[in-house]
C-alpha cells in the first residue's frame, strides 16, 4: 500500500500519471465507504483539514463494527498520508478537469479468506494426584472431587475453587494437581489460601491441594497472573523455569513461554522478589523483570505499561511496536493455530488493539495495515509480505 500510493503521488507531481491510474487514486479515496459516493470539489481547499481526511481515511473502515477494535496508524503510513497530502491535490484537479468521469468510488471490500477460525475460550484439565484426568469444560457446575480434606468445586462463573476447612489444609499439602491450558483455551482457579490465578493459552501451574503452614509454593510455564492472598507469615513462591519469585501479598504477571527469548515477571501492585541464577532483585509496581531463557545473564529491570500486559487477561490483544513474529505466536495459542512464513519478512513494528473474542479473520484483516498479507488454510496461517 504504502509503496504503491507513493508511486502514484510522484507520477501526479512528474504529471506522468495514466487515466487508469488517475482513476485507481481517485478510488482510493472511497475505498472504506458503505455505499459510492462522488468525491467532493472542495477536498483540497485547506491543507489541515485535508491532512485530516487523509488520516481519517485511513483508519475509517476499521473503527467501524461497534468499536470492536482500533489500530494506532504505524509510522510508514503516517508518512505515507503526508505524501498523499500533495497528491489530493491532484483529486480536486481530477474532479475539476474531468467533469464527464462521475463514478469514482469504490464499494468496501470484505476480507477475502476463505477460512476463519473461532476464538478460544475456557477451556482446561485437571490432572489429579492419582494421575486420573477431568475436562473442566465437560463437567458441571459443584462438587468435583475430594483432595484429603480440601473439596474441589466449580462454580457458576465456570472458575475451579479449591477449599480447605482450617486446620485440615495439612491432610491435602502433600497431594499435588495440575492444570494445563491447552492452545485456544483460558481458566481461573482458586487456590485453598483464597489467591486467585488466571491461566493464559499454552499454561500450567501445578501445586497442593492445600497449602501446609511453612509454605506457599507453585510451578507454572506459559502465561500466569497471580492475585495472591496476603499472609505476612507465609510467603508465596513461584517456580517458572530457572526463576522464582516470592511475595507476601500482591498482584503480578508471568510470561513463562518456552518459545519467547525471555521470562518476563511484571509487577501490579505491592512488591516481589525475583531470583535466577544467583542474583535477585526487587520490583516496585509498573516495573518488568526480564530474564534470558535458557542462556546465563543478568536480570534486567524496565517500565512498562502494564495494561498492555494485562490485556490478555482483560480479553483484549494489545501491543505496542510489536514484532509481527510476537504477535503471531500470541495469535497461534488464542486461535489454536500453526503459523508458516513463506518468506522473510521485512521489519516492521504494529501498535494497536483489538478484543480476543473476535475471529481470526478481524486480527489478520487489522494486521494487514502494516503491509503484510495473510491467507488461513485449515489450521494454518499463512504469512507472506
Known amino acids: 500500500m504504502e509503496n504503491r500510493y507513493q508511486e502514484l503521488a510522484k507520477k501526479w507531481l512528474n504529471k506522468t500519471i495514466t487515466p487508469d491510474e488517475q482513476a485507481e487514486f481517485a478510488a482510493w479515496y472511497n475505498a ?175 501445586f497442593p491441594a492445600a497449602f501446609s503452614k511453612t509454605e506457599r509454593k507453585v510451578t507454572v510455564t506459559g502465561e500466569v497472573y497471580f492475585e495472591v492472598a496476603k499472609n505476612k507469615h507465609l510467603p508465596f513462591r513461584v517456580v517458572a523455569g530457572k526463576q522464582t519469585i516470592e511475595v507476601l501479598g500482591t498482584h503480578f504477571n508471568i510470561n513463562a513461554y518456552s518459545d519467547e527469548d525471555a521470562i518476563k515477571t511484571t509487577l501490579i501492585e505491592g512488591s516481589v522478589k525475583v531470583s535466577a541464577d544467583s542474583q535477585s532483585a526487587i520490583l516496585k509496581p509498573e516495573q518488568q523483570s526480564s530474564i534470558l531463557n535458557n542462556k546465563q545473564g543478568r536480570i534486567s529491570i524496565n517500565t512498562v505499561d502494564t495494561d498492555d500486559v494485562l490485556a490478555w487477561k482483560n480479553g483484549n490483544f494489545q501491543f505496542e511496536r510489536a514484532e509481527i513474529q510476537l504477535i503471531m505466536r500470541e495469535a497461534s495459542r488464542w486461535y489454536d493455530v500453526d503459523i508458516k512464513y513463506e518468506r522473510e519478512l521485512p521489519p516492521r513494528r504494529f501498535t494497536g488493539s483489538i478484543s480476543r473474542n473476535v475471529n481470526l479473520s478481524e486480527l489478520l484483516k487489522m494486521l494487514k495495515y502494516t503491509g503484510i498479507n495473510f491467507k488461513i488454510e485449515g489450521k494454518t496461517i499463512i504469512v507472506t509480505p
Open 32 to 206: 472504506g465507504q458503505d455505499i459510492p459516493v462522488d468525491i467532493p470539489s472542495t477536498f483540497a481547499e485547506n491543507e489541515e483539514v485535508l491532512r485530516e481526511r487523509i488520516l481519517n481515511k485511513i483508519n475509517r473502515d476499521i473503527k467501524k463494527d461497534n468499536n470492536r477494535f482500533k489500530i494506532i496508524i504505524p509510522t510508514w503510513l503516517r508518512v505515507a498520508a503526508g505524501i498523499l497530502l500533495f497528491a489530493g491535490c491532484f483529486i480536486s484537479y481530477f474532479v475539476h478537469t474531468h467533469p464527464p468521469v462521475k463514478h469514482l468510488a469504490l464499494i468496501r471490500q470484505k476480507p477475502q479468506l476463505k477460512n476463519d477460525v473461532s476464538p478460544g475460550g475456557n477451556k482446561a484439565i485437571l490432572t489429579l494426584a492419582n494421575g486420573s484426568k477431568i475436562d473442566l469444560n465437560d463437567v458441571k457446575n459443584g462438587v468435583l472431587a475430594s483432595q484429603g480434606k480440601t473439596v474441589l468445586k466449580k462454580d457458576k462463573d465456570g472458575q475451579l475453587i479449591y477449599e480447605a476447612p482450617g486446620g485440615k489444609a495439612k491432610d491435602s499439602s502433600s497431594i499435588y494437581n495440575t492444570i494445563t491450558i491447552p492452545k485456544g483455551g483460558q481458566f481461573q482457579i482458586v487456590l485453598s489460601d483464597g489467591s486467585k490465578v488466571w491461566l493464559n493459552s499454552a499454561s500450567s501451574i501445578t
